[in-house]
């Protein structure tokens, strides 16, 4: 059987149709793994794998980690701001070192777009991207995509609007990259500075209107406000943002059908989303949660599988 | 190509009918034992065995799944394909219970020791068996041998052992398939 296209995943721009299908499948063997009383395979017992945070995270790093030692993978921890990286090495040799070890695999988080794909031209090992700036999350658009399959049974065909930071969010790219190449429609919905100014060329819709966006869809993506990225003020104040944006229970309500609410985390509650709406049954958040490892694990497993 | 055929038609049905009247004679009326095929082409066997058992015992309940062994393999990062794993299908508790694994051809031994730690996952059985429709004898690679064998084949490393099944395949037929001479 024919395996993934890439040897590392550094974007859902490297990964074709087949490539996304066949991690996929092999999320859904995952899944069922994950669901008996003993939860761990040994398919990855002797391989290595350093995860490496040069920026902070909780779900994607836990994620990774359970992923890694569902898969029963040898597993180091890495996060810069207790490394030598604050003493002035460079990404090159702090992952050489790591490699030197070593180390088969890196999974790898960084505040610079491209970090990944920099790091997988000079060193040996493969590559995850868990994240590279405003750039590509690959696995998360993986396990997005993979819920909405799981809720809807296919992806191709839905209609799904990301709402919010689509400028400073990698979620929204690799989001909108994945579901294109599984067919579905896609809107991104935001304020006009948080809207970059072509993305119409990636096929996608723009509105500008929360209610609007959200009559039409079957699925909202609801992002946070990255205001660690952002320099400058995109927006007068959260609180606006938050009445012309913000997702609520009587929004929800008020809409003609009953869609399904995502968000990547972390939530920051009473801005893009009320409590009441992210508790709600048509939110389906922690399972995005839960399904993350099963992608995770397809996606090392599958990676790994390559012969060194 | 040289295809022999081995076993087919009527003959092949009255072997899969000799195997459930063995299992019969060790496992009475399966109330404690548990069918387990080995994926991708033990479970048609297990189905087969499952559906005649029940022929021959109607009203008991037989309890048949199916096992997927591919995070288990010795062989992963040691080939060029990749291995893409198959459903595991197991209902049942088979803690304390008599499995009999079951798998069309058993041959290097290295699957079932591979389905012998994936069955772990799903509790501590009281005694597991091994059923295989063919035995490929003196090519093992490790201690493994079946407690029921439908045919016994003596073969060449070069050769393949083929099972076909009627439901799927339409033809019930085992076959040694040789490459040929050049």
Known sequence: MAGLSTRHLL?????????????????????????????KVPSLRDVTIANIFFENSTRTRLSFELAEKRLSADVVNFAASSSSVSKGETLIDTVNNILAMKVDMVVMRHPYAGAGIFLSKHVKAQIVNAGDGAHEHPTQALLDAFSIREKYGDVAGKKVVIVGDILHSRVA????????????????????????????????????????????????????????RQDIKYFPSLREYTMLFGLNKTILDSLDKEITVMHPGPINRGVEITSDVADSKQSIILDQVENGVAIRMAVLYLLAGQTP | ???????????????????????????????????????????????????????????????????????????????ESQLVPNQTKIDFIIEGKKVIMMDDVLWTGRTIRAAMDAMQAFGRPEKVEL??????????????????????????????VVVSWKDTDGEDKIVLVSEAAE
Request: proline share 3%.
């Open chain 1, 11 to 39: 974007g859902i721009k490297d990964l074709n149709r087949a490539d996304i299908e066949l991690i996929f499948e092999t999320a859904d063997t995952f899944k069922s793994v994950l669901n008996r009383p003993i939860k």
């Open chain 2, 1 to 79: 190509m040289q295809n022999l055929t081995l076993l087919d038609g009527q003959k092949f049905q009255i072997t899969i009918q000799r195997l459930c009247r063995q299992l019969i004679e060790n496992h009475d009326d399966f109330s404690q034992s548990v069918l387990i095929g080995i994926q991708p082409r033990g479970i048609y066997l297990a189905k087969r065995v499952a559906e005649e058992l029940r022929k021959i015992l109607p009203g008991k309940s037989i309890l048949q799944g199916d096992l997927d062994i591919t995070f288990y393999r010795d062989d992963f990062r040691r080939r």
């Open chain 1, 173 to 228: 790219l690799s989001n909108i990259l994945c579901l294109k190449q599984l067919g579905a429609e896609v809107m991104v919905c935001g304020p006009t500075t948080l809207i970059p100014k072509y993305i119409g060329s990636l096929g996608v819709k723009v509105e500008h209107n929360l209610i609007k966006a959200l009559n039409w869809c079957d699925v909202a993506n609801m992002l946070r406000i990255q205001l660690e």
């Open chain 2, 131 to 160: 059923l295989a429709l063919v035995d490929r004898r003196y090519s093992r690679h490790i201690p493994v041998s079946a407690d029921y064998v439908g045919i016994e084949v003596d073969s060449i490393a070069s050769q393949k």
